[in-house]
C-alpha cells in the first residue's frame, strides 16, 4: 500500500519535502478491502461520538473492491460506538448476509442497495437520523450557499420527495429514491434526513455526510435570527464547489478525524 500523487489542491504545498496526507494504492484486492473495512468501521464509531445515532436508525455502507455487487455494512441494531471490523456484515443487493452473523436492517438494505445498484460510480453511501438533517428535511427544501460548506454542494444535492417519511421496505420505493439520489453528493430525502454517497472513499461520503449537517444546523440557526439570508453569488459559489467540493478534499478533511478516533478507539480494529 502506497501512497499516490493526487490532483493539486488550493492546499497541497509547494514546498518540497513536507508530509502531506494522499489516498493510498492497493495491490491487491484485499488490502483494499480490510483497508475499507477499517474505514467503515471509523466511521461508525465517530458517528457514535458526534451522537449520530438515533435507536436503531443509520447505516454506513461500503462496495467490496472485488466483488461489485456486494457491499460491507454496520450490524442491525448494533451501537455504533461498538462496531469493529470483525462485526461487519457483507450483504448482497437481495439483502441476504453473506458473510457475519447478524441480521442487516431491512429499510437500509432497500435504500443502499438501491443506491449501489442504480449508481455503479457510488463506492460508499451514509445516513442517519440526525436532529438537524432531520429538521432541515422536513422543510423539502435544498440548501442555500450562505457559507463555504453550503456551497461546497452548489449544484451537487438533491431534493428528493418520493417516499418522503415513510418507511422505505420495499423494493421498488427504494429503486425510485436511488433514481432521484442521481450523482450527487448528497441528497436530502424530505421529511426523513440526509444521505450521503462517496465516489472513491468511505471517508469522503463520512464527511459529506457530516459536512451536510453542519450545514443544515447553520441555515436552521440563520433563519431563525429572522433576517434575510445573504446568499453567495453564483459565480462564487460555483467557484467554492470546483475547490472544495471534490472527492479528495472529502478524503483529506476526514483525515484527521480518523486519525483522532484510530488514538481513542483502537479497538475497533479488532
Known amino acids: 500500500?502506497?501512497?499516490?500523487?493526487?490532483?493539486?489542491?488550493?492546499?497541497?504545498?509547494?514546498?518540497?519535502?513536507?508530509?502531506?496526507?494522499?489516498?493510498?494504492?492497493?495491490?491487491?484486492?484485499?488490502?483494499?478491502?480490510?483497508?475499507?473495512?477499517?474505514?467503515?468501521?471509523?466511521?461508525?464509531?465517530?458517528?457514535?461520538?458526534?451522537?449520530?445515532?438515533?435507536?436503531?436508525?443509520?447505516?454506513?455502507?461500503?462496495?467490496?473492491?472485488?466483488?461489485?455487487?456486494?457491499?460491507?455494512?454496520?450490524?442491525?441494531?448494533?451501537?455504533?460506538?461498538?462496531?469493529r471490523v470483525s462485526d461487519l456484515l457483507l450483504v448482497d443487493h437481495d439483502g441476504q448476509v453473506v458473510e457475519g452473523k447478524w441480521a442487516v436492517n431491512r429499510a437500509g438494505f432497500v435504500l443502499h442497495a438501491a443506491i449501489h445498484r442504480a449508481n455503479p460510480h457510488v463506492v460508499a453511501s451514509c445516513h442517519a437520523h440526525t436532529t438537524n438533517g432531520m429538521a432541515w428535511a422536513a422543510l423539502g427544501r435544498k440548501l442555500d450557499p450562505i457559507t463555504q460548506t453550503a456551497a461546497s454542494f452548489y449544484g451537487d444535492h438533491a431534493l428528493i420527495t418520493e417516499e418522503a417519511g415513510a418507511v422505505v421496505v420495499e423494493r421498488s420505493a427504494g429503486q425510485s429514491v436511488a433514481a432521484a439520489f442521481g450523482h450527487n453528493k448528497i441528497a436530502i430525502h424530505q421529511n426523513h434526513g440526509l444521505f450521503s454517497a462517496g465516489r472513491e472513499s468511505v471517508d469522503e461520503a463520512a464527511w459529506w455526510f457530516i459536512a451536510a449537517e453542519r450545514a443544515c444546523e447553520i441555515q436552521l440557526k440563520a433563519e431563525a435570527t429572522g433576517q434575510p439570508l445573504k446568499l453567495i453569488p453564483p459565480e462564487a459559489a460555483a467557484h467554492s464547489s470546483r475547490h472544495l467540493g471534490t472527492p479528495f478534499i472529502a478524503w483529506l478533511h476526514f483525515q484527521p478525524i480518523y486519525d483522532a478516533i484510530c488514538r481513542s478507539d483502537p479497538d475497533l480494529f479488532d
Open 1 to 83: 500500500m502506497n501512497a499516490v500523487p493526487n490532483p493539486r489542491s488550493i492546499y497541497q504545498p509547494e514546498q518540497a519535502g513536507l508530509y502531506f496526507p494522499q489516498p493510498p494504492q492497493f495491490a491487491t484486492a484485499a488490502q483494499e478491502r480490510l483497508h475499507r473495512k477499517q474505514r467503515l468501521a471509523a466511521v461508525c464509531r465517530v458517528f457514535a461520538k458526534l451522537r449520530y445515532e438515533y435507536g436503531f436508525a443509520g447505516h454506513v455502507t461500503v462496495r467490496d473492491p472485488e466483488h461489485q455487487d456486494l457491499y460491507w455494512t454496520n450490524p442491525f441494531a448494533m451501537d455504533f460506538g461498538r462496531v
